[in-house]
């Protein structure tokens, strides 16, 4: 009989517990270091352009390695971590509405984060990455002079109205918010935090950190939205528009 039933079950249900914990280490390692270092990579523009692009220009001194480590090291993990979410968040029942305890609403905010953080990915890999060229988007140009400028032409257009600098606003604070309330999550999973004084310590932690993280990944925002493309020296500059998204160049 119970040979036969577990003949029924699907991989996921014989494998739910290796699975849980893979969708755990899969949120934090390696999504959650790349999540860190994007954004504070993407902060050193406060600093200088210059130094935003020496940035860039050290990842992409990766070269042809660059496209497989994206694939394997970033692209699979999210991809996994977003599947199974998605399957816990529809098997779930949370009780917000009955019992509106502090776990249940960390529960159903961390499920609406981590699909509002995944539309906003699909949409990030569109707008900015060369994936995104052949459907038209695909605005960020790595090359040196170009990295910088090209971010932020990109940060100042408009989607039906609605200023792209807000769109990323609303999504990095959603990855930020559905990674620190998951690393606290994780603690517990893992059995590092199993008491509920060590819970409430993490507790703290984690929320500090995500506002850290927030400050950090809305600073960036905010320089690009804000940096003038159009200063003399410049051969390039921006027009906001709406739905098209469509960059106007000319020689400066």
């Known amino acids: 009989m119970a040979v036969e039933t577990a003949q029924k079950q699907s991989f996921s249900e014989r494998h739910h517990f290796l699975l849980r914990r893979l969708h755990s280490l899969s949120g934090i390692v390696p999504v959650g270091v790349f999540l860190i270092m994007h954004l504070t990579i993407n902060a050193s523009i406060n600093v200088s352009p210059e130094m935003f692009e020496e940035n860039v220009g050290k990842i992409h001194a990766l070269g042809p390695l660059l496209v497989p480590v994206e694939i394997v090291g970033i692209f699979l993990p999210i991809l996994f971590h977003a599947l199974f979410g998605f399957q816990i968040w529809f098997s779930g029942q949370p009780n917000t509405t009955a019992y509106a305890y502090n776990g249940n609403i960390r529960y159903t905010l961390q ?142």
Do not use: K
């Not at 606290?184 to 507790?203: A, D, E, F, M, Y």
């Not at 990944?217 to 921006?238: C, K, N, Q, W």
């Open 111 to 252: 499920r609406v984060t981590g699909g509002i953080a995944f539309i906003f990915i699909l949409y990030h890999l569109w707008h900015m990455h060369w994936l995104g060229n052949p459907l038209g988007g695909g605005h960020f140009d790595p090359h040196p002079g170009q990295a910088a400028i090209t971010t932020a032409q990109a940060m100042q257009m408009s989607v039906w109205r609605i200023p792209v600098n807000i769109l990323y606003a609303i999504g990095v604070l959603a990855a930020v918010y559905h990674f620190a309330n998951g690393i606290w999550t994780s603690l517990i999973t893992w059995g590092i935090t199993v008491g509920p004084s060590s819970q409430r310590v993490s507790g703290v932690a984690c929320i500090m950190f995500g506002i850290a993280l927030s400050i950090v990944g809305l600073s960036s925002i905010r320089a690009f939205a804000t940096m003038d493309v159009s200063e003399p020296g410049s051969s390039t500059h921006v027009d906001r528009v709406d739905s098209s998204e469509t960059i106007h160049t000319q020689a400066g």
